[in-house]
């Protein structure tokens, strides 16, 4: 057997599952979590058993000793795995990282160098990393950038449109996330399609907490709706997206809030929950279909951005074949696929009522057959595509 451990780390918690690579299935699964707090919590799921534990969790190191107590509890053994590496999601990987790599001491000086870029992200990752290398110093450990689908941006998308020394020198340029979900998903479409990857011009939209659109024009990521961080785009659950950057000077000024309170507002008060009191869409769709004005408009707003997107999108890409919904809101949510793309028969976009409708966790087909645009949803996996990619660098 050839198994992977992708570890998925934030900055009180982390999220793991173990992978068979032969047949791609998941051994064990588990999330470690409140790490820090009063108590914290342990869950890990192997086969169909499910344990549960509180308990304080002082830093991730403990967190790990408690993830390698479960499989010794509850399995499966991690030697009669075949444990061969372990992969680690890190947020962002700037200029300098743009393919899976084996960490190594510079690794982390660069990860941990980057983490001015990505704050509340890369700090965490790094955290993850090498608490998991105490943890499993036998294994090589990989990391796996969520920027790096995006290497291929040409200039005239990646770049802003400010004094270009200045950016430079601060790094300041579009990158680009979600790049692990957009990358599996564009080639999960075009497989379940049975059609070339090469010759296919995508639209993927990633709707879960966290949102983004890219366009992937044979199977590279040419635009895409995050920028230099994952703050820039869609609508989500807590951050704004897209909002004129001198609505930051007008509310200094006027409001009197500092840069932590304007950044704090932006990345956690603002998107759907900002707009509603919401932050989960199940919630959003509930409330506004019970009349609530809110939430409808928090609905609204986040259905134009999409719109906004698509439409930008089929113009830089020449026209689309494929759009793509996928993550928690985009696999789950018939009322938001609908609301995004109705009206859209102009550029050749029908969505099927009864297929849009119908539930399931496969991909699917959600237009009709006349349609020019092929609408998808296909859910996406990013575990797999990191212990794919993590399993390729070590030679597997
Ligand atoms: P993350 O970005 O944290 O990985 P997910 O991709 O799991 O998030 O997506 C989480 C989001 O998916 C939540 O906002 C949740 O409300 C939403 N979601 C899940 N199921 C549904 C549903 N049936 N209808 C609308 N939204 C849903």
Do not use: W
Not at 22 to 29: F, I, K, N, Y
Not at 327 to 335: I, L, R, T
């Amino acid at each position: 057997m050839t198994a992977i451990l992708v570890v998925n780390s934030g900055s009180s918690s982390f999220k793991y599952q173990l992978i068979d690579m032969e047949t791609e299935g998941v051994l064990a699964s588990g999330l470690v979590e409140r790490i820090g707090e009063a108590s914290g919590h342990a869950r890990h799921t192997a086969g169909t058993g499910e344990s549960a534990r509180d308990l304080p969790i002082p830093d991730h190191t403990a967190g790990f000793d408690v993830m390698l107590e479960a499989f010794a509890e509850h399995g499966p053994s991690l030697q009669d795995a075949g444990l061969v590496a372990v992969g680690h999601r890190v947020v962002h990987g700037g200029k300098r990282f743009f393919e899976p790599t084996v960490v190594t001491e510079l690794v982390k000086i660069n990860i941990q160098d980057l983490a001015e870029l990505a704050p509340l992200h890369n700090p965490a990752n790094l955290q993850g990393i090498v608490a998991a290398e105490k943890a499993f110093p036998e294994v090589p450990h990989v990391a796996v950038f969520d920027t790096a689908f995006h290497r291929t941006l040409p200039p005239a998308a990646y770049s802003y449109a400010i004094d270009a020394a200045l950016a430079e020198q601060y790094r300041v340029r579009r990158y680009g996330f979600h790049g692990t979900s957009h990358k599996f998903v564009s080639e999960a479409a075009a497989a379940f399609l049975g059609r070339p990857l090469g010759e296919l011009r995508q639209i993927v939209l990633h709707l879960g907490n966290g949102a983004s659109a890219c366009a992937v024009d044979g199977g590279a990521s040419v635009e895409t709706s995050m920028g230099m961080t994952p703050l820039q785009g869609l609508v989500m659950g807590t951050r704004s997206g897209d909002v004129d950057p001198a609505v930051l000077f007008h509310l200094h000024r006027k409001a009197g809030l500092g840069f932590e309170q304007l950044d704090t507002l932006l990345n956690r008060g603002s998107g759907l929950l900002g707009l509603s009191g919401r932050g989960d869409m199940r919630d959003v769709v509930e409330a506004a279909a019970s009349g609530d004005e809110a939430a409808q408009l928090a609905l609204d707003v986040y259905l134009h951005r999409i719109k906004d997107y698509v439409g930008s999108y089929h113009a830089q890409l020449g026209g689309a074949d494929v759009i793509v919904f996928t993550a928690g809101v985009g696999e789950n949510s018939a009322v938001v696929r609908a609301g995004a793309l109705a009206g859209l028969e102009a550029l050749g976009i029908e969505i099927d009522p009864a297929r849009n409708e119908a539930s399931s966790h496969e991909a699917r087909v959600i237009s009709t057959d006349a349609s020019r645009v092929t609408v998808l949803v296909v859910p996406t996996n990013e575990e797999l595509e990191i212990a794919r990619q993590a399993l390729a660098v070590v030679g597997g």
